[in-house]
């Protein structure tokens, strides 16, 4: 009896830090998720793809929003020169990419935020030329109003195997990739 107390008790403990921790690490201390996140790297051919597709330069503000492991900011950074910010709301992502960030020599060119990547604030929406995502549909019904309202006009958003829900892409691609074929479309705000 008393040790299923103990870890009743430790369990409550547990959850308490995890919610105390998910509130003050977030970009804004009411950061809450709002919907269904799961991890699946895309794979690095995909990424190459991704940033050909939205045509990348050195003048572009790459913006990745799921960064996961950090690979899309830090390829566009390496290979184009382009400045970013990747958002994540998982701690272990953050580290990741961190970690992917030195692995390509590009820590001055990137920033990471971990939070809600829906709540990016709209001064940092309203510099970004590029958007790359990997997100499920409920995530992309909820970006696509805040995309045509924040993003400025002839911003390019990539999106990997999911798509808005009432906004035509500009560009659709079946991309085979080293596991399956990948569907990629690409948006340009108007």
């Known amino acids: 009896m008393r040790s299923t107390r103990l870890i009743a008790v430790s369990m409550l403990v547990v959850g308490l830090v995890m919610m105390s921790q998910a509130v003050t690490t977030g970009q804004t201390k009411d950061d809450k998720i709002t919907c269904q996140i799961i991890y699946v790297p895309t794979p690095q051919e995909v990424v190459e793809k991704m940033l050909d597709m939205a045509k990348v330069t050195k003048s572009d503000f790459v913006v990745d929003l799921g960064c996961g492991d950090g690979r899309i900011v830090a390829t566009a950074a390496?290979?184009?020169?382009?400045?970013?910010?990747?958002?994540?709301?998982?701690?272990?992502?953050?580290?990741?990419?961190?970690?992917?960030?030195?692995?390509?020599?590009?820590?001055?060119?990137?920033?990471?935020?971990?939070?809600?990547?829906?709540?990016?604030?709209a001064k940092d929406l309203n510099k970004t030329t590029v958007v790359m995502l990997y997100m499920l549909d409920e995530f992309m019904g909820k970006l696509e109003d805040i995309a045509k309202k924040d993003l400025p006009k002839g911003a390019r958003i990539v999106s990997h195997d999911f798509r808005f829900p009432n906004w035509e892409a500009d560009q659709t691609v079946e991309f085979a990739g080293p596991d399956r074929t990948h569907t990629l479309y690409m948006y340009t705000v108007k």
């Open 78 to 121: 390496k290979k184009y020169g382009a400045k970013g910010l990747g958002v994540d709301f998982d701690e272990e992502r953050i580290k990741d990419s961190k970690e992917t960030l030195k692995k390509f020599g590009v820590e001055n060119l990137v920033e990471l935020r971990q939070g809600d990547a829906l709540k990016v604030p």
